[in-house]
């Protein structure tokens, strides 16, 4: 279980260039002061939240506006991780101070703002709405929304590159999911469903070849899983597959996850060639991306 906590308080923390972020007359009634608020509000509310529940990860946020000395971030994590009952198992993420990625037990990109220089040198996790708000917007329309094969291939990337995806959704006001969202989890699910093994306890392959001129700009993928390969395609192949630098023979099994029917395969000085199966769309149980199991590839 982790929590998200907002170290800035809308309601009290008053803007760099001395706006606020709330009406005046809201401010007046509910602000706590500045001097107050760190020391006898945040910290001891953060210090009861772990010691009462005891989180796996603390997802902070709100740091832009102060730095770490005025959030006493320093302080806290101190105590987190020698005093605490969860300090053998908590982790926290990257926001604790002005300047994100650099760190922290995991790095946060958001919207992909920092996702471009991530990689699977240290844990890292893209967060997201389906649309561009957090919350239910009304204002939002249907094109404001990512299409669900958009969302896959951002999982696929993220995955590929050592990153896990923070997808969220916004209820409406009775806690409702709006009907787009369910529709796009729904095509998630259903995609997971077939290729989950593909995107589940894996990890990026390090030895990946770059993208072949030839093929469509980052229409292919890698993931392992033990000594298995994952080449997860966000288009169809239109030829055969290459790999080099794994470990192939003429009797290497490939399977096309969802389809039963073996994949034929050619192996001749070091190349495995992977035949892509003469199948119509109609038979592909999968819908927006594809991907090929090679067993025990590694």
């Known amino acids: 279980m982790g929590i998200y906590y907002s170290l800035m308080e809308w309601e009290s923390i008053i803007k760099k260039d001395g706006s606020l972020y709330i009406k005046k007359q809201a401010w007046n009634k509910y602000h706590i002061p500045e001097q107050e608020y760190v020391s006898q509000h945040m910290l001891p509310q953060l210090k009861e939240l772990v010691t009462k529940y005891q989180p ?6 709100g740091e832009w506006d102060r730095e ?12 987190l991780y020698n005093q605490a009952p969860n300090k053998n198992e908590v982790i926290v993420n990257d926001r604790w101070q002005p300047k994100r990625g650099e760190h922290g037990g995991y790095f946060t990109s958001e919207y992909n703002d920092q996702v471009a220089k991530m990689n699977a040198e240290h844990p890292w996790e893209e967060n997201r709405g389906m649309g561009q708000s957090y919350g239910f917007n009304r204002a939002e329309n249907i094109d404001d929304h990512n299409s669900s094969e958009k969302l896959i291939q951002q999982l696929i990337d993220i995955v590929s590159r050592g ?8 209820p409406a006001a009775d806690g409702t999911i709006p009907v787009i969202m369910q529709q796009r ?28 001129n030839t093929q469509p ?7 392992t899983k033990g000594k298995d390969l994952y080449v997860l395609c966000t288009q169809w192949p239109e030829k055969e597959i290459e790999l080099s630098g794994i470990r192939a023979s003429k009797n290497t099994k490939v399977q096309l996850l969802g ?6 395969t050619k192996y001749k000085k070091g190349v495995l060639r992977i035949q892509v199966p003469l199948v119509s769309r109609a038979q592909l149980k999968s819908k927006y991306a594809y991907v090929f199991k090679i067993e025990d590839a590694l």
């Open 259 to 264: 389809n039963q029917e073996p994949v034929s």
């Open 163 to 170: 990153g896990n995806l923070l997808l969220n959704i916004g």
């Open 56 to 61: 796996a990860l603390i997802f902070a946020d």
């Open 68 to 79: 770490p000395e005025y959030w006493q971030s320093k302080e806290f994590l101190a105590w």
């Open 185 to 212: 989890l729904v095509d998630i699910g259903d995609w997971l469903h077939i290729n989950g093994e593909a995107i589940y306890d894996t990890r990026p392959w390090l030895n990946q070849p770059t993208q072949n």
């Open 217 to 223: 700009e980052n229409s292919r993928y890698y993931t």
